[in-house]
């Protein structure tokens, strides 16, 4: 069983930035891969960025540029620093982790006003 606690959404303004934080129940480099997925009302749930044990990362072309994946192994957490931020990343933002199965966050709300 693995547990995944985001943390760090909120409200802010066009080209702002903010910075989730996923912390885990369990040592993050045993995932493989983990990473951030985010829904829009009315759309489906789609990747934003992911990073394997190996250290390989995938962006969303979305999101290049502006977001930037890290860890911190001795929290066993796992950050996604936003920036640049558009209206368009409205989103729930779910952490995921794949441990054999693949494990969700509760998820965090980001809101992006105009």
């Known amino acids: 069983q693995v547990q995944l606690v985001e943390s760090g959404g909120g409200l802010v303004q066009s080209g702002g930035s903010l910075r989730l934080s996923c912390a885990a129940s369990r040592n993050i480099f045993s995932f493989n891969p983990m990473g951030w997925y985010r829904q829009a009302p009315g759309k489906q749930r789609e990747l934003v960025a992911a990073i394997t044990s190996g250290d390989s990362t995938n962006y969303a072309d979305s999101v290049k540029g502006r977001f930037t994946l890290s860890r911190d192994n001795a929290k066993n957490t796992l950050y996604l620093q936003m920036n640049s931020l558009k209206p368009e990343d409205t989103a729930v933002y779910y952490c995921?982790?794949?441990?054999?199965?693949?494990?969700w966050g509760q998820g965090t709300q980001v809101t992006v006003s105009s």
């Open positions: 995921s982790a794949n441990y054999g199965t693949q494990y």
